[in-house]
């Protein structure tokens, strides 16, 4: 699969659960201009699911992760 950007500049990423194993996208979380931390979210896909990992300065603070099947149930 590929990542691509169309005319619109929207990103678009296609991820294959068979055939790909991972894929992440790296989300920069807005912050107050004065303040030095760096917030960052990792949104996770694999075969399985999708995390979401959260990062202050470095450090990971909190993971979110649930299956697509545990999604399906939760978007009901």
């Known amino acids: 699969m590929?990542?691509?950007?169309d005319y619109k500049g929207v990103t678009?990423?296609?991820f294959d659960c068979v055939t790909d194993s991972r894929k992440e996208v790296v989300v920069q979380l807005p912050t107050d201009?004065?303040?030095?931390?760096?917030?960052?979210?990792v949104v996770v896909f694999t075969n399985k699911g999708i995390s979401l990992?959260?990062?202050e300065d470095g450090?990971?603070?909190r993971t979110s992760e649930l299956?697509?099947?545990?999604d399906f149930g939760i978007a009901k």
């Open 67 to 70: 299956t697509y099947q545990e």
């Open 59 to 61: 450090e990971l603070i």
């Open 12 to 14: 678009r990423m296609d």
């Open 33 to 41: 201009k004065d303040d030095l931390r760096q917030n960052v979210c």
């Open 53 to 55: 990992e959260v990062y």
């Open 2 to 5: 590929s990542d691509f950007h």
